[in-house]
């Protein structure tokens, strides 16, 4: 049973475009969650968070957005730069809880 | 270097053996996480340790056990190995608290033959 998301297994965006990475969640315990970035023979690297108290969290191109009501959150990068091609992975985890959930990851490629 | 030292980084061996994998987690970090990345799998959450004692289990078959030390390093002990358990196994560890998040190795690619 995934509880943590992400319906497309791989998205291509031209560079200098806004990509846009989505995941959706099940558990309405979850309460804060993550974005992963991992390139190939790495570990995945934290890349941005964000609490439930809040809607939108951005850091520089990269901005997350949480919609509560629909268990849905979104990744925004803009603009897109080849560095940013990588596999990035959406993650939840639950109060009281500091083990993190993750989906199955998008793959993202920024093409020239 | 994110901190997170895991050995070995490759390991090939045949089904029906048992391997050991290492983790050392960054320095000042108590707890550590066992994730398992299989083909077309995201991560899965094996088990989290947390100052050398268990703290929450999660898709780990009973032929699969760990431990962490009192260094606070942790191995993760997969055993009577069958080609299934063909994946990429990664260390993660913590500081207390979800705000921080997780800093990853860059993982342990097991080959089952």
């Known amino acids: 049973d995934q509880q943590v998301k992400q319906n497309s297994p791989s998205l291509s965006v031209q560079e200098g475009r806004i990509s846009i990475l989505n995941c959706d969640y099940t558990n309405s315990m979850f309460d804060y969650f993550l974005w992963y970035k991992k390139y190939p023979a790495e570990g995945p690297t934290f890349l941005i968070s964000i609490s439930s108290i809040k809607d939108k969290n951005e850091d520089g191109r990269f901005t997350v957005f949480l919609n509560k009501s629909a268990k849905h959150l979104s990744l925004h990068i803009v603009p897109s730069q080849p560095g940013d091609s990588a596999v990035y992975f959406c993650a939840a985890s639950a109060s009281g809880d500091d083990k993190i959930i993750f989906g199955k990851g998008t793959r993202l490629h920024i093409l020239p | 270097d994110s901190g997170v030292t895991q050995t070995p980084k490759h390991l090939i061996t045949a089904t029906g053996q048992r391997v050991t994998l290492r983790c050392s987690p960054r320095?000042?970090?108590?707890?550590v996480y066992w994730y398992q990345q299989s083909l077309d799998q995201g991560l899965q959450f094996l088990i989290q340790?947390?100052?050398?004692?268990?703290?929450a289990k999660g898709n780990i078959l009973e032929r699969f056990s760990a431990q962490q030390f009192p260094d606070l390093h942790s191995e993760l002990n997969l055993s009577s190995l069958e080609l299934g358990d063909s994946a990429l196994y990664f260390c993660?560890?913590?500081?207390?608290?979800?705000?921080?998040?997780?800093?990853f190795g860059s993982g342990t690619r097991l080959t089952v033959v």
């Open positions: 320095s000042g970090d108590l707890s």
């Open positions: 993660a560890s913590s500081r207390v608290g979800r705000i921080y998040g997780y800093t």
């Open positions: 340790y947390y100052n050398g004692e268990e703290r």
